[in-house]
């Protein structure tokens, strides 16, 4: 009998869960995909109708305001996908009736519960996340309650690589996301082996012991089917963007610091000084605003005569960007660091030839089709301009072995990798978190967002340590709990299980009077009764135990009761803020001091000696 239950149980599949969080963000704001966009749209679209079978996909995307996951209808996200690809032959209401149709979905919440409940499931997530707040959080959760594998795809670690190209808070924040990650994913996918060796590199330099399961899958596609000229003539497009009779070079890219477009226009003055300007092409750069291009952007003001042949376009249809790369003379793309490069990829697509700098990702995306300059050497990039504008012949010729050795594949080819790589993954993260995540001892764990511009084990800890779903984002003071109990989990190194220890909390109170009740537990039994505090408004407090480690979990809950709201117009509602932790040996007076001399507030607090003394029950 017991045999035919097992027998009778419904068989569970591994199935794919796609997170479009950052795609569905992206296209609020914006109707033409970048990079990124594109590689998601194309990859799920393949899973969700070529691989059908074999992903059994379903969509979702996480709604911060609400912290839950919305499942997509997949007939949706191919509106989505189709709206993206249309360029502008969608009209302004339809893409808004999608998007809206996207916070409103047909799908009942039970319906992704039945879903996770009844099969395996790998969450995979091919945008970014870093900015999502809590995001590891709920990770955990879906791990915990439905036993999920996790998955992202880790497009480039171009802040840790080139950080004085970006801005300071985007640094800081993907440190702090750089430095939890390999703590929570089971593996993760990447774009290219120069990525996949910098990821492992960097991982490496904080936490040398861990594994870090990481696979390049190239993003040579072929763009052609993909950047469609149904409805554009070329004649017609380059008519609008182009002066009439102008041969021109294209380059695609974001105008920020580290595509180094001002290389590119020093080659392009020295050009127009060396060579009639009648013979000089124009230079078509296009590409939204970023960051730091004031420095570019103010040499070409300085100079009327370069501006006259320099264009920056900020944005066209696919259907224009496919006329441009199929009537310019070649293209070029020009970056200090890369992920993969897929305006290279694009321009090898539709035959134009590409010349690029011979670093990082870019000779794989490149090949042995593109020309190479040596990186950031303005005589060297002049010299191979000179040749590719002015020797017809030598153009062509390359040309024609750009075509003949482009290593292009199929989008269906590269989704077809994407899937069964990611349906191959094992589970690891549970394991490297029980072997490799303890609480620092003698150092105190600030619980909010850091300043640091490096990645390390303590920068991770603010996101790790905390558990459980009732905490608002982190913010750099500290971090609000939201009403009800709040976890904190405290794994112990081995060598400290039999010391005496004392825990320092350092918190915050709301904007009344709250009476809090804090517990601590030992794999899952409670020291002693719950120790109440009154914690008076907008005060900071400190609560210190002594305790013996008996085993290697501690955790500490804080029931913060039924919370209060916060200040207009902040519309959350709070218990209190954790501010900081500390855990240290009972003997470690110089730690101790530390803390106190750290918050002069609670120095009296402290010294009073107001601890409370814990015993296993």
Request: net charge negative.
């Amino acid at each position: 009998m017991e045999a035919e239950s097992v027998m009778d149980q419904p068989q569970r599949s591994t199935r794919l869960m796609f997170d479009v969080s950052d795609l569905v963000q992206y296209m609020r704001d914006s109707r033409v995909p970048t990079g990124i966009q594109r590689v998601q749209l194309k990859i799920i679209f393949f899973a969700l109708t070529e691989f059908k079978a074999k992903a059994n996909p379903i969509v979702v995307y996480f709604n911060q305001n609400e912290s839950r996951w919305i499942p997509v209808e997949a007939d949706l996200f191919l509106s989505l996908h189709n709206a993206a690809e249309s360029g502008d032959e969608i009209l302004e209401e339809e893409l808004h009736e999608i998007l809206k149709n996207l916070a409103h979905p047909a799908l009942p919440q039970d319906y992704l519960d039945e879903q996770l409940r009844a099969n395996n499931f790998i969450l995979v997530n091919l945008g970014t996340s870093w900015w999502i707040q809590n995001y590891f959080l709920t990770i955990r959760e879906l791990k915990k309650k439905y036993n999920i594998l996790y998955v992202p795809m880790i497009h480039d670690v171009i802040p840790l690589m080139t950080p004085e190209h970006c801005s300071q808070p985007l640094v800081e924040e993907f440190c702090q996301w750089f430095s939890t990650l390999p703590f929570e994913v089971d593996g993760a996918v990447t774009n290219s082996h120069w990525s996949a060796m910098d990821i492992r590199h960097r991982v490496a330099e904080f936490l040398p012991q861990a594994v870090f399961p990481i696979y390049p899958i190239a993003l040579n596609g072929d763009m052609r089917g993909d950047i469609s000229t149904r409805t554009v003539t070329t004649n017609d497009t380059i008519r609008y963007l182009i002066p009439p009779n102008s041969s021109f070079v294209l380059c695609v890219g974001t105008l920020e610091s580290r595509k180094n477009h001002l290389l590119l226009f020093s080659a392009w003055e020295r050009l127009l000084a060396n060579h009639d300007a009648a013979d000089v092409p124009v230079l078509v750069c296009l590409g939204k605003a970023g960051w730091l291009f004031d420095k570019a952007a103010e040499f070409l003001r300085a100079r009327p005569a370069l501006s006259a042949k320099i264009m920056l376009i900020s944005s066209v249809t696919d259907q224009s960007l496919a006329a441009l790369y199929q009537e310019c003379l070649f293209t070029i793309f020009n970056s200090f660091y890369e992920g993969w490069g897929l305006p290279i990829t694009e321009s090898l697509s539709f035959g134009a030839l590409p010349l690029i700098p011979c670093h990082t990702s870019l000779t794989e995306a490149g090949g042995r089709a593109a020309v190479y300059f040596r990186d950031d050497d303005l005589d060297d990039l002049y010299a191979k301009l000179e040749t590719l504008i002015f020797s017809v012949e030598e153009r062509k010729r390359l040309s024609n072995h750009a075509r003949a050795n482009s290593s292009l594949r199929s989008w269906k080819e590269v989704a077809r990798e994407f899937v069964d790589t990611i349906l191959n993954i094992k589970s690891s993260a549970s394991a490297r978190q029980e072997e490799l995540l303890r609480v620092p001892i003698g150092r105190i764990v600030h619980f909010g967002k850091s300043n640091a511009l490096i990645p390390s084990v303590d920068l991770a800890m603010a996101n790790l340590l905390r558990d459980g779903l009732n905490w608002h984002g982190l913010e750099h003071w500290a971090n609000w709990t939201k009403p009800g109990i709040v976890d904190i989990r405290l794994p112990l190194p081995d060598d400290l299980i039999g010391q005496d220890l004392m825990l320092f909390l350092r918190i915050r109170g709301a904007l009344i009077d709250t009476a809090i009740t804090i517990s601590c537990w030992m794999d899952g039994q409670r020291l002693g009764a719950p120790v109440e505090k009154m914690m008076n408004i907008l005060n900071f407090h400190s609560v210190v135990f002594r305790l013996k480690a008996e085993a290697r979990n501690l955790s500490v809950t804080i029931d913060t009761g039924d919370g209060t709201p916060l200040l207009y117009p902040d519309p959350r509602r709070a218990g209190i803020a954790v501010v900081d932790l500390m855990l240290c040996r009972t003997d470690d007076i110089a730690a101790q001091q530390h803390f106190m001399n750290s918050f002069p507030e609670l120095r009296q607090e402290i010294a009073n000696g107001e601890y409370v003394t814990l015993h296993q029950i």
